[in-house]
């Protein structure tokens, strides 16, 4: 293979999973048309707005996110980071021709695959708290299935992890079945940042109930522009009843 076809993929195969979710940091948005449902709550909310007396507030979802969720995974975040720094750190040498081809290959692959169980444990660690949280009860059978389906996985990172310490013979089929490992980490990470969303839904709704709200809206798909003085932000609201999820 050649060399710069084998950068292009090292890269591309760690890049994947800091494209959202949990591991990277980005509360993915829901599934559906994003075009047709901001046309829908549009009219939605000219036609309450008819109504006297109504009361419209939005939620910073996004912001939620990345205030409460990220922080319980921070520690294993920066691990997943450094991986990333690494990798760099060893091609800045092997431009420099301080390495030879083969030392980087084996180098970039043995990254690629700390890089993979590092994001694994991202996952785990928020799988566990979740799982301990009685504000997550709701949910725990369905994060227990989540957790049988992450054991694989794990244990494959970990043969994997193995292989690239003790020499690969197959680079292509090594990359091949990392690839296929990223993959299966991506949907564990998007199956716990639904979990999340999920959680700041249902917190915002009852903040928006408790407080006698007609609307709440999620401010990152929707809001471009509000009067302070009749369109509340329950964020503030929401984030401290969020918190109280991880004692």
Known sequence: MKTNTVVVMLVAALALGLVGGIVGGVLLPQSGDVAGRVDGLEQRVNDLAARPGLRVAFVDAEGLFQEVFLPQVARERRVM?????????????????????????????????EALRAQVQVNLTMLEKMLASDGFATLRA???????????????VERLLEESRAGILDPEGFMSQTQAVQMAIQRLDQLLTQVA???????????????????????????????GGVIKDLTSTVEPRLWRLFP
């Open 197 to 227: 969303a999920s959680k700041i839904v249902e917190i915002s709704q009852q903040v928006g109930r408790e407080e006698g709200y007609d609307l709440v809206l999620r401010k990152k798909e929707v809001i471009v522009y509000w009067d």
């Open 142 to 156: 369905q994060l227990r299935e989540v957790r049988e389906q992450a054991r694989p996985i794990e244990a494959e």
């Open 81 to 113: 980071e450094e991986k990333q720094a690494e990798l760099a750190a060893l091609q800045q040498r092997y431009v420099r021709e301080e390495i030879s081809q083969t030392a980087y290959q084996e180098g970039a692959l043995r990254i690629q695959v």
